[in-house]
């Protein structure tokens, strides 16, 4: 076996690895862009596990423009999101 042979799975998992932590970040800076594009506050951010999915999918609480509180799931693709479940918990 060659050098090359044993090292290349260890750098493709590293890449794995750190592609999904940047993605996960881009995720929340755009959920956390659009809700205060409406006048709102991000109150928490938590990532849903998907099983063997390839989109990512997150709960979040935000306060709205009104202060509000709602909950929703937001599901994140490679170039954008859109929200299932947003609901107000509070009038």
Known sequence: M????RVLPILVMVAVVAARFALATLDRRS???YVAAG???IVEIRER???LGFGRSYEVRY???????HEAVATTGLLDFHWANDRSIES
């Open 2 to 5: 060659t050098l090359l042979s």
């Open 39 to 41: 006048g709102g506050h």
């Open 31 to 33: 959920i956390r862009r």
């Open 63 to 69: 306060d709205d423009h009104g202060g509000r509180l």
């Open 49 to 51: 596990r998907v099983p």
